[in-house]
């Protein structure tokens, strides 16, 4: 398996998919940092050589990408929360961020129904 910024993207995969395995990378990046690369997409990341691996790695460390993007994130999150946002306030409590509706969905984000006495009528 190839290491790109320290995952192990699968050999079996044609490289434009295997590198969306790296956080941060979608399909459009992938496409971006292989056409940059000179590097043909339908190529399995198998039989990729060390020259063509080395260019991905490099057009690669030029996007903010896995730690780096993770923690960025983390910090926006810890941000809101701090200045007391209404998305830090969400943040908080657990709930919906991006104004989804909670009366009957968000299981996701308020994990599993709690039961409340006497709701039945």
């Given at each position: 398996?190839?290491?790109i910024?320290?995952?192990?993207?699968?050999?079996?995969?044609?490289?434009?998919?295997?590198?969306?395995?790296?956080?941060?990378?979608g399909?459009?990046?992938?496409?971006?940092i292989?056409?940059?690369?000179?590097?043909?997409i339908?190529?399995?990341?198998?039989?990729l050589?060390?020259?063509?691996?080395?260019?991905?790695?490099?057009?690669?460390?030029n996007?903010?990408?896995?730690?780096d993007?993770?923690?960025e994130?983390?910090?926006?999150?810890?941000?809101?929360m701090?200045?007391?946002?209404?998305?830090?306030?969400?943040?908080?409590?657990?709930?919906?961020?991006?104004?989804?509706?909670?009366?009957?969905?968000?299981?996701?984000?308020?994990?599993?129904?709690?039961?409340?006495?006497?709701?039945?009528?």
């Amino acid at each position: 398996m190839a290491r790109i910024k320290g995952v192990d993207v699968p050999n079996n995969k044609r490289i434009e998919i295997a590198l969306t395995y790296i956080y941060g990378i979608g399909r459009n990046l992938s496409n971006q940092i292989l056409k940059a690369a000179n590097v043909d997409i339908n190529k399995k990341a198998g039989d990729l050589d060390a020259d063509e691996l080395a260019r991905i790695r490099d057009e690669v460390n030029n996007h903010l990408t896995e730690g780096d993007l993770r923690r960025e994130v983390n910090m926006n999150i810890k941000t809101k929360m701090e200045i007391n946002s209404y998305q830090g306030v969400r943040h908080k409590k657990g709930l919906p961020v991006r104004g989804q509706r909670t009366n009957r969905n968000a299981r996701t984000r308020k994990g599993k129904g709690k039961t409340v006495a006497n709701k039945k009528k």
